[in-house]
């Protein structure tokens, strides 16, 4: 086993065990390593800067076991059906669409798409409000 700690792009931190380095990458490459927080799959390793160091003490909220998960992924299902259902799907275009959104070029307006890390990166720096999209397991199948 191989234990990293993780950040995902809204800087939460927790951590993550794995058989080895390269099961590490597959499951990032199929997007199944998530932020516990806020689903994203936007996460990465921590890196072990001073600043970053100083916070490893940090717990995050994890539950398991509860009747009620079911429920809580049925609703971010349905979540994720309204929001998808109701804007704009940009594919690939996400970060250029919602800096005009954010920076008021165009008409304010729903939209959902991907990004890249870097892209998401450069979203947070220029203040763009988003959100990550709950995954929905359930759709892979
Ligand atoms: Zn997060």
């Known amino acids: 086993m191989i234990h990293y700690s993780l950040v995902c792009d809204k800087s939460h931190k927790f951590d993550g065990w794995f058989a080895n380095a ?3 990458d597959a499951q990032k490459q199929r997007g199944l390593v ?4 806020c689903l994203t799959t936007a996460v990465d ?3 072990m800067a ?3 160091a100083r916070t490893d003490g940090e717990k995050v909220s994890l539950s398991i076991g509860h009747p009620q998960h079911q429920q809580l992924r ?4 349905a979540l994720r059906n309204k929001v998808t259902s109701e804007a704009d ?3 690939d275009k996400f970060a250029e669409e919602a800096r005009k959104i ?4 165009v008409d304010q307006r729903g939209i959902y798409g991907e990004a890249t890390k870097e892209e998401v990166a ?10 990550p999209l709950p995954s929905v397991k359930e759709e892979h199948n």
């Open 74 to 77: 049925e609703a971010m299902a």
């Open 102 to 105: 954010h920076f008021k070029e």
């Open 89 to 91: 799907y940009v594919g």
């Open 50 to 52: 001073p600043s970053v």
């Open 34 to 37: 998530t932020c516990p927080i």
């Open 22 to 24: 390269a099961a590490y």
């Open 122 to 131: 450069a979203l947070i720096e220029d203040g763009v409000d988003f959100m």
């Open 45 to 47: 390793k921590a890196i």
